[in-house]
């Protein structure tokens, strides 16, 4: 199962260098690209308000 960053999401940019795939686009919210997610997890260990969740 692929992450997904809840409405929670601060738009901090955080997470996106953190992605090995680079699956993460910015945004308002960020989102995360199911296709491209390898469930590693690094986006969640980055974010400080918690937003990226497995699915």
Known sequence: MAYV???SCIACGA?????PV???SDGDIY???ADKCID???CAS???V???VEA
């Open 5 to 7: 960053i809840k409405d």
């Open 15 to 19: 997470c996106a260098p953190e992605c």
């Open 22 to 24: 680079e699956a993460i």
């Open 31 to 33: 989102t995360i690209d």
């Open 40 to 42: 590693c997890g690094a």
């Open 46 to 48: 980055a974010c400080p």
């Open 50 to 52: 918690e937003a990226p």
